[in-house]
């Protein structure tokens, strides 16, 4: 797809409106095949790769990849401006966290809506908060991802960690 495109491109004119609509269909290609290229690779995986990653790239990365999937009905409201903000996490299975709970969302908005993605600092003090008894007092990175979308009833809610 991805050449025959860029065949048909090589014989438009520069200001053509069929040469931008077919500039937009190379871009969704591009998009499509790192989508598949990243899909592709977490599949192939084995154990998990911890290592230390830049979260908001890893994130930034992550709704990018999830943008190109979701339809033009659903906007994503993104704030990841935390700089230096690096954790030990295999990036990969994090991307694919994000991206599942933003299809997810997408699921629960059929007539569109809303995403938003946030990675802010947190601080836990002593003592740890109640939500979060084993993490130790100190800096921490927070990555939310909510909807716009129905919710759960409680039936779902008492199940959402069982497999499928």
């Given at each position: 797809?991805?050449?025959?495109?860029?065949?048909?491109l090589?014989?438009?004119?520069?200001?053509?409106?069929?040469?931008?609509?077919?500039?937009?269909?190379?871009?969704?290609a591009?998009?499509?095949?790192?989508?598949?290229?990243k899909?592709?690779?977490?599949?192939?995986?084995?154990?998990?790769?911890?290592?230390?990653?830049?979260?908001?790239?890893?994130?930034?990365?992550?709704?990018?990849?999830?943008?190109?999937?979701?339809?033009?009905t659903?906007?994503?409201?993104?704030?990841?401006?935390?700089?230096?903000?690096?954790?030990e996490?295999?990036?990969?299975?994090?991307q694919?966290?994000?991206?599942?709970?933003?299809?997810?969302?997408?699921?629960?908005?059929?007539?569109?809506?809303?995403i938003t993605?946030?990675?802010?600092?947190?601080?836990?003090?002593?003592?740890?908060?109640?939500?979060?008894?084993?993490?130790?007092?100190?800096?921490?990175?927070?990555?939310?991802?909510?909807?716009?979308?129905?919710g759960m009833?409680?039936a779902?809610?008492?199940?959402?960690?069982?497999?499928?």
């Amino acid at each position: 797809m991805l050449g025959y495109t860029e065949l048909v491109l090589a014989g438009l004119p520069r200001d053509s409106r069929p040469r931008q609509q077919l500039e937009k269909v190379l871009a969704a290609a591009k998009r499509a095949r790192a989508v598949v290229g990243k899909i592709l690779t977490f599949s192939r995986r084995g154990e998990s790769a911890r290592k230390p990653v830049e979260l908001q790239r890893v994130a930034s990365e992550a709704v990018q990849l999830l943008r190109a999937s979701l339809p033009a009905t659903i906007a994503i409201d993104e704030s990841l401006r935390v700089e230096s903000g690096w954790v030990e996490a295999d990036a990969d299975q994090l991307q694919q966290v994000l991206i599942n709970l933003g299809a997810n969302a997408a699921h629960a908005m059929p007539d569109g809506g809303t995403i938003t993605v946030r990675l802010e600092p947190a601080t836990v003090e002593l003592p740890a908060d109640a939500d979060l008894p084993r993490l130790k007092p100190g800096r921490y990175l927070r990555l939310s991802l909510s909807d716009t979308g129905c919710g759960m009833d409680q039936a779902t809610q008492a199940r959402i960690f069982e497999p499928f």
